[in-house]
């Protein structure tokens, strides 16, 4: 992992000293180090020594390692299946013989697989798509003509689940390697509504590497290679390009682009049932999350005054799959806190947590997020601070 900026070291010093209820003043009493150090070095003008900072990780009952790295990964049993999951597929073009079952029963565990995913039930996945990979592996290499295309249909949705376990989990080359091998299987199984979705996933990998503009550039000549959306399963996939990279342009800010492509996913989403298509949940409700996700990242704020205001009016209905209505309440909180209203958004992030835990617990956003609320009420919030050590935040 790189060295982290001096801005980055600071602001986990500082939330390592709000969960303590340390001033700085006897944070320095106890390590010993200078009002005016631990000063500069919380706010980012100073980087530590390593012996100012083994010092202040003493006194802060952390790690230099934690303070340099941030927090450690959660204990989910998540960690210890993904070495089984990059054995499976580093071999996935030399398949090794063996049975295989029945596509139709084959697409059964698929099923189960992509509701496992937008459930958020990661470790049950993780444990379960080695096995299910390795099966459709060889489905692919030992079929030929509609049965080959079949099995790879199959294969490229069950290689996006095992990505959402990837990618949310922190294990990023992984997962782009996992996104590579959904757009191979797309390929073999020639169907654009599945190059399509593999195009949404994809750009994943654009917002792990902060490259928003190639991102955004791929999402729209997806949308260009698309036919014409003349069946529902097209309609939606287009319509979930067009979210997708209306989110991608509200985090670069340009907001006029993303609200063009957030008028062209509801014009698209307006015309389908909700309900996931290839893996992705896309309807009217769908597109009531991005505008909210949307909102977020412009950050514009009569936006997202308008946005906190209609969650007031509207809540994602039960149907929708757990992964994407927790979401919904994560980009709610970092509304709120955008507005200056942390007790609302940690309410948010309770709800969210309720929804869909391990989603919550593995969200990047929400660690920042709750490590802000812990510095902002010093760690004398036992609800934000109890929720913080449960995710990892602190």
């Known amino acids: 992992m790189p060295a982290p900026s001096t801005s980055a070291l600071g ?22 180090v200078s009002p005016s150090m631990i000063q500069k070095v919380g706010d980012g003008r100073r980087a530590p020594s390593d012996q100012v900072l083994q010092a202040l990780a003493t006194a802060l009952g952390t790690t230099p390692e934690e303070l340099l790295d941030g927090p ?13 999951l990059q054995r499976v597929i580093a071999a996935y073009d030399l398949p090794e013989d063996g049975p295989v079952r029945p596509l139709a029963r084959i697409a059964d565990d698929v099923a189960d697989g992509t509701q496992d995913r937008v459930q958020s039930q990661y470790v049950r996945l ?15 290499d030992q079929t030929r003509g509609c049965g080959q295309q079949e099995a790879a249909r199959l294969l490229a949705l069950a290689v996006r689940s095992a990505d959402a376990v990837a990618y949310k989990h922190g294990y990023r080359d992984l997962s782009a390697r996992l996104v590579e091998l959904m757009r191979w ?72 682009d993303a609200r063009t ?30 505008r909210l996700s949307v909102a977020v990242e412009l950050g514009e704020e009569a936006d997202l005054q308008e946005a906190v205001a209609a969650a007031t009016r509207w809540a994602p209905p039960r149907n929708l799959p757990a992964e994407r209505r927790s979401h919904y309440y994560i980009d709610l909180g970092r509304a709120q806190m955008q ?12 709800v969210a947590r309720q929804i869909a835990p391990q989603h919550v ?4 956003q929400v660690r920042a997020e709750l490590a802000t609320m812990v510095r902002l009420t010093s760690g004398r919030d036992e609800r934000v601070l109890a929720l913080a050590r449960w995710a990892k935040a602190v």
């Open 339 to 350: 507005l200056g209203r942390p007790q609302h958004a940690a309410e948010s992030l309770l």
């Open 11 to 32: 602001l986990r010093i500082e939330t390592a000293r709000a969960a303590a209820r340390l001033s700085r003043r006897e944070l320095a009493e106890r390590s010993g």
């Open 126 to 140: 993780a444990e379960q798509s080695p096995m299910l990979l390795e099966e459709l592996f060889r489905a692919v």
């Open 185 to 256: 299987a797309a390929g073999i199984a020639d169907d654009p509504a599945l190059t399509a979705a593999s195009a949404y996933v994809r750009m994943e990998t654009f917002f792990a590497a902060r490259q928003l503009a190639p991102g955004l550039r791929s999402l729209r000549a997806a949308v260009d290679r698309m036919p014409a959306p003349t069946t529902e399963r097209l309609t939606a996939a287009a319509a979930a390009l067009h979210m997708r990279a209306a989110v991608a342009a509200g985090r670069m800010r340009q907001a006029d």
């Open 361 to 364: 617990r593995e969200h990047g």
């Open 261 to 290: 492509h957030l008028r062209e996913a509801a014009a698209l989403a307006g015309q389908v049932r909700e309900r996931l298509y290839d893996g992705t949940a896309v309807g009217p409700d769908s597109l009531e999350i991005h």
């Open 72 to 84: 450690g990964r959660t204990d989910s049993r998540v960690h210890h299946a993904i070495p089984e």
